[in-house]
Each structure stands twice: as C-alpha cells, then as structure tokens.
C-alpha cells in the first residue's frame, strides 16, 4: 500500500523567504504524487502533480517540486513567500493503475510571519 | 466549465439520524470519489463511483453507502450517526475511473456535517 508522510505539522517562515514543505512517499512502484492547499473552511486546490514525466514539476502561485526517486521524496518549494500563502498544504500519493485514490499525508499549516 | 458542487454547506444532525449529501461532479467528468476530512486531518479515501458503480472502497463501515446517477452526480449517505463521524465531506470528480490515465482530480469546497 502506498503512503506519504510530512514531517513538520507546523512550518513558519517570513515574508520573502524560502518556503520549504517535506513530503516522503512510499509505494511499491512509481507514483503519482501530487501537492493541494485547503484554505480555511474551503475545499482542496491543486497546486501541482507528477505523473512520471519531468522531475521538476512547477505548478500555481509560484509554487514547484522536484521528485526524487532516489529520496522517495518530493518536496514543496517556494522562493519567496506571500501573506496569502498561509494555508494548509497536503501531499497525496496514488498508484497509475486501478481506482486513483488518492491518499494523503496529516497535512502541514505554513504561518507567514510579516 | 463549472466545477465541482457539493450540498448543503454545512448540516447539524443527531447521533442516530441519517444524512445525504450531494455532489455534481464536474462537465466532463464520470467518476466521482468521496473523502472525510476529520479535524486537524488529511482527507480519508471513502469511495469512488465510476460510471454508476462503486469502483474501491477505504476503511469505512457499510453504513456509509453511496450511489451515482446517470448524469454523473452522487450521493453519500450514513446511516445510523456517530459522533465521529463530524467531519468535513469531499467530492472529487475525475475523468479517470479504470486504466493509467493521468489523473485530473477537481475538489468541491465540501459539506461540513456536525453530529450532536
């Protein structure tokens, strides 16, 4: 069975700096993984996936992600944070084949300090 | 293109009572997957429905059943209410279903249901 873990529940950074989320997945062959934000009371966004084309994957807000095979990572990374990135950020893994569910790690709250 | 819409927003039931929440998945769309998301959680895999039939199943009691409809839209219902369940309901539509198809998943904002 497939799973990812974030470390760090709770990550705060400042205004203007990196914004560094961990991910590590596990799966018994190649994944689909993917990064959402869920702002208060609102549902799930996609902020990016992979699907096993390039490694570095760039998807909204500025946002992007590299997968590391070698790492089974696949950290979320942004140059420099906004006040509006203060969200709470899922990774989710899925297999390829089957019934695409989508299971997804505890989830990390990002604070922007001004 | 609309998205993804999910009914009622937000709902108050007894413990013991039954419930059923709505989803219109997205134009396009013929699979549609249900997750719970629990306070201070990531969202839990319930099911998924791919042209009228249930196509994987999380770790849930069959008191939450769930139906899709020729349109595409779907129902969950559970029955018999626990506390627990108080969480916030997800519906996802896709594109998907069965086979390698890269996956396009679109998210409604979801149903927060309040079991007292």
């Known amino acids: 069975a497939q799973s990812v873990t974030q470390l760090g529940s709770h990550v705060s950074v400042s205004e203007g700096a990196l914004v560094l989320l961990r991910c590590n997945y596990s799966s018994s062959v190649p994944p689909y993984l993917f990064w959402y934000v869920q702002y208060p009371n609102q549902g799930l966004q996609l902020l990016l996936k992979?699907?096993?084309?390039?490694?570095l994957v760039k998807g909204i807000n500025g946002f992007e992600a590299e997968f590391k095979k070698s790492e089974t990572s696949f950290h979320l990374t942004k140059p420099s944070a906004h006040m509006s990135d203060a969200a709470e950020y899922f990774c989710a893994v899925t297999l390829p084949f089957g019934n695409e569910k989508l299971t997804f790690g505890t989830g990390t709250r990002l604070t922007i300090i001004p | 293109e609309t998205g993804v819409t999910q009914s009622p927003t937000h709902l108050i039931k007894t413990r013991g009572q039954q419930v059923t929440l709505r989803c219109s998945s997205q134009?396009?769309?013929?699979?549609v997957s249900w997750y719970q998301q629990a306070l201070g959680q990531g969202p839990q895999f319930i099911f998924q429905?791919?042209?009228?039939?249930?196509?994987g199943r999380g770790n849930f009691p069959p008191r939450f059943s769930g139906l899709q409809f020729p349109n595409y839209s779907s129902e969950l219902n559970v029955n018999a209410l626990e506390l627990d369940d108080s969480a916030l309901y997800l519906c996802?539509?896709?594109?998907?279903?069965?086979?390698?198809?890269?996956?396009?998943?679109?998210f409604g904002s979801g149903t927060r249901l309040t079991v007292v």
């Open positions: 992979y699907t096993s084309a390039a490694t």
């Open positions: 429905y791919y042209r009228e039939e249930e196509n």
């Open positions: 134009s396009g769309h013929n699979t």
């Open positions: 996802a539509s896709s594109s998907g279903g069965k086979g390698p198809s890269p996956p396009g998943y679109t």
